[in-house]
């Protein structure tokens, strides 16, 4: 019987993964049923899966969020390590001036010019229904070595890591 740390461990994975690449696209779907992905800091990640974000208030994904179910997709990609994660959750827009005190940053200033007080200013929460994730545990040199012999030899390369996480 597994137990709550080894259940966790995939989880904890997915966290860690985001937190360092940081920069989600962001997808929903418009009133046209078009699949629309803007970039997103993705600020917090909590122990529950939950994935915490700024956003305007007046935003279209705002709107897209509560007309299509709340559902979205988030994708991280640092290309550098060939690290990447995919995440389906729902989206939740918070009102919680005690969170946005707890993740204002310098940087968040130029996207909501009045500070943690801008009336534009909300959160969205993320919560993560599952997520898939790829990691390359070799270097970059290695892993196009792997790809050139996988060429040849028309045997796929192992390169890395690759799991789903079910919240």
Do not use: C
């Not at 597994?2 to 989880?11: A, F, V």
């Amino acid at each position: 019987m597994e137990t709550t740390e080894q259940i966790n461990k995939p989880l904890e994975k997915v966290r860690d993964m985001i937190e360092d690449i940081r920069i989600a696209m962001m997808t929903t779907l418009d009133e046209q049923g078009n699949l629309v992905s803007r970039p997103m800091a993705a600020l917090q990640v909590d122990e529950d899966g939950t994935v915490w974000f700024f956003t305007k208030r007046s935003s279209p994904k705002v709107d897209q969020l509560e007309q299509n179910g709340h559902r979205v997709n988030l994708a991280f990609a640092a290309v550098s390590d060939a690290s990447y994660v995919s995440v389906s959750g729902q989206a939740q827009e918070v009102e919680d001036q005690a969170k946005v005190n707890e993740l204002w940053n310098p940087q968040a200033k130029a996207w909501f010019p009045e500070g943690k007080d801008d009336p534009e200013l909300t959160l969205l929460k993320v919560h993560i229904d599952m997520a898939e994730y790829w990691n390359a545990s070799d270097s970059r040199m290695i892993r196009l070595i792997q790809q050139a012999t996988a060429a040849i030899t028309g045997n796929p390369p192992k390169m890395g890591e690759n799991k789903k996480v079910y919240n």
